[in-house]
């Protein structure tokens, strides 16, 4: 896994629903290609699709991907390449879908008052620390569980889980 | 421990939790609702060939049931060849309803037990002391492989619930009033338990509206204490076998705070927030297009009794359309058996299959730019309903019916008899 992520920054506000960043009304697709055509298109930056850059990192307030279970939300920024969630909070489904599908979602705290959009910014999540590369706003950032990284570090849960089955480590 | 905690510790295999620790524990229900065929795709791209626990695996039709379009029925159509291929018959086809209504009608949500469905209101099967969680597709699928998956042990915030309710005023309007006041992410990671005296009152109905909307909190499940009416109700199932722990005395909850339900006044989450929750008397007059009626929240048999006797020999208003979508098959059943649909239908309502129907925004009465529609269920986002522009607002079912009635936003207080 990469652990130096650097990129550009997308900034949204508190409690971004999963109807902002993929609304119900594209929930019937199942493909990757098709679900990130509409990344952040019920937000008021629709055009994010349009700006984003392959591992540029999205900036949130807090509870980021409140709202319903939907995957999409996660795969619809995996499929754009964000190299990273960065927010005050967030909320626990959207939490536990990016990290199995090996997007970081961290959470560091003053994040949103600091970071203006299409600032330069770097996640080094081995000295667990964030830089904004265009003001200079340095901060540490919250650990993830030892469980967490673990899963993160394959790259995901699906590349985990396939190294265990065909290790026979998990029977069915 | 929490009574939660030893929960977890029982499915974990091991003797003690702690909050904040990451446990693996076996899954007693693990529901897949339609809208996540991914959780199909996952499975196999995760190298999965049988389901562990194919008889603990529940699908649901209910978000396009029955479908509106053709990807939807294509859906459908590779949920049932997978339901077939893997052994897995408890496929819920489209004559059931809300997954976790239907969860709750079968009996499965009860003490003891892990029930996860790839659906964010799973917190409610903690009324019947179960512990209830959303997860996404692929979190379901590495159960499907392997029967367990990780959880938080969550903090526990308990909310305990004094006086009584005035006449008119109800559970929706409770849980309504903390949300407003705790807001949308003061519960995230966390537990939120009911309890005190007036919850002794509440039906089961009712604690399932509650926990329903903690999700709306952010929290991870929620709880209320089994007690006679659990197993009252559990027992009407037939179910009779199951443990129920206790919180020990020493237990430290992260908050415990407590609301006088007398003071509740009908309320209203206004759009475009649940959040936004204020008293309804400031909205009264606002004209409503849509009233629905329908959803896990908010489309139970109590539901359709309170509407149906606000209702009963009258007519909705000329430029009002009332949606009354019972949660469940078996919830339009016995709303039948018991006239309500009659009343309703007569009072000129539209009724709707049983499903997520507009809750979801997908099908069976989205409304327009502009348009007003008073909700029991419990999301207003902008778009959730169908237009972008439409203006959500949530209420208690008698506070719907009310609106349906009057064409406005009215005070339910005047229409239910005390
Ligand atoms: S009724 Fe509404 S809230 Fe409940 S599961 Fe269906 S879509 Fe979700």
């Given at each position: ?18 109807d ?7 929930i ?19 055009d994010?699709?349009q700006e984003t ?10 509870n ?8 999409h939300?996660?795969i619809t920024?995996k ?5 990273a ?25 003053g994040?949103?008052a ?21 003001n200079?706003w340095?901060a540490?950032?919250?650990?993830l569980d ?14 985990l889980?396939r190294?265990?089955?065909?290790q026979?480590k998990v029977?069915? | ?20 620790q ?10 897949i609702?339609?809208l ?13 060939k ?5 008889d603990?695996v ?7 049931a029955?479908?509106a ?13 997978f ?16 997954c ?5 009608d079968?009996?499965?949500?009860k003490?003891g ?20 969680t959303?997860?996404g597709a ?10 367990k998956?990780?959880?938080k ?5 308990r909310?305990n619930l004094?006086?009584?309710?005035q ?46 909307m903690?999700?709306e909190?952010g929290?991870?499940t929620?709880y209320?204490q ?27 909850y992260?908050?415990?705070?407590t609301?006088?339900?007398s ?8 759009p ?25 929240t ?15 020999g009258h007519h ?8 009354i979508?019972?949660?469940s098959?078996e919830?339009?059943r016995e709303?039948?058996a018991?006239g ?5 239908l ?5 009724l709707?299959p ?11 009465g989205?409304?327009?730019?502009d348009?007003?529609?008073m909700?029991?269920?419990n999301r207003n986002?902008?778009?959730r ?18 609106a ?15």
């Open positions: 896994m990469e652990t130096l992520r650097t990129g550009q920054a997308h900034v949204f506000g508190n409690n971004i629903d999963t902002q960043i993929y609304p119900a009304r594209f019937e697709y199942t493909e990757e290609a098709d679900i990130k055509k509409y990344a952040m298109a019920g937000s008021d930056n629709p994010f699709v850059q392959p591992g540029d990192l999205i900036v949130a307030g807090t980021f991907g409140c709202g319903s279970s939907r995957e939300a996660a920024l499929g754009n390449q964000v190299g969630v960065v927010a005050e909070s967030f909320a626990r489904i959207f939490f536990r879908n990016a990290i199995n599908l090996g997007i970081p979602v961290i959470t560091c705290p994040v949103h600091h970071v203006q959009a299409g600032d330069r910014l770097q996640l080094d999540l081995k000295a667990g620390e964030f830089r904004d590369l265009t200079g340095t540490p950032v919250e650990p030892e469980y967490i990284m673990n899963i993160l570090s394959h790259g995901g849960i699906k590349p889980m190294a265990l089955t065909s026979g029977r069915d | 421990m929490h009574a939660i905690e030893k929960l977890l510790a029982v499915k974990a295999g091991v003797d003690r939790v702690h909050a904040g990451i446990v693996n524990c076996d899954v007693d229900v693990a529901g609702n339609d996540y065929y991914q959780t199909v795709k996952s499975f196999y791209e995760m190298g999965g049988k389901v562990k626990h194919p603990d529940q699908i649901f039709f209910d978000h396009y029955p479908c379009t053709v990807i939807q029925a294509e859906d459908h159509k590779k949920f049932r060849a339901a077939h291929e893997q052994g897995i018959a408890n496929l819920m086809d489209v004559n059931q309803g809300v976790h209504q239907v969860v709750v079968r009996g499965l949500a003490p037990e892990i029930v996860v469905i790839t659906d964010s209101h799973s917190t409610m099967h903690g009324a019947l002391g179960a512990f209830g959303g997860v692929t979190d379901l699928a590495t159960i499907l492989i392997t029967g998956l990780w959880f042990v969550p903090e526990v915030i909310i004094t006086g009584r309710l006449p008119g005023v109800y559970a929706k309007d409770v849980i309504l009033h903390i949300l407003g006041d705790l807001k949308a992410d003061h519960g995230i990671y966390k537990a939120i338990e009911f309890a005190g005296p007036a919850l002794t009152d509440f039906t089961i109905s009712e604690r399932l509206a509650l926990c329903n903690t999700t909190m929290a991870a929620s209320i089994p007690d006679d009416r659990t197993r009252a109700f559990l027992k009407s199932k037939g179910v009779t076998d199951y443990p129920v722990y206790t919180t020990d005395a020493d237990y430290q992260e908050e415990d705070l609301y006088d339900i003071q509740i006044e009908p309320q209203v989450a206004a475009a927030d649940v959040d936004n929750v204020h008293d309804l008397s400031n909205y009264q007059g606002i004209h409503v297009d849509q009233a629905y009626i329908g959803s896990c908010g489309g139970r048999l109590q539901d359709f009794a309170i509407a149906a006797k606000i209702l009963k909705i208003a000329p430029d009002t359309r009332l949606i979508v019972p949660a098959g919830v339009t709303c039948i018991r309500y649909i009659q009343d309703l007569d009072a000129g309502a539209t709707s049983s499903g997520c129907a507009a809750c979801i925004g997908i099908h069976q989205l409304i327009a730019a348009e007003v529609c909700s029991t269920s986002f902008p778009g309903m169908g237009s972008l522009k439409g203006q959500i607002y949530l209420a208690s079912p008698a506070a719907t019916a009310t349906a009635l009057t064409g406005q936003i009215t005070d339910p207080r005047d229409y239910v008899e005390a």
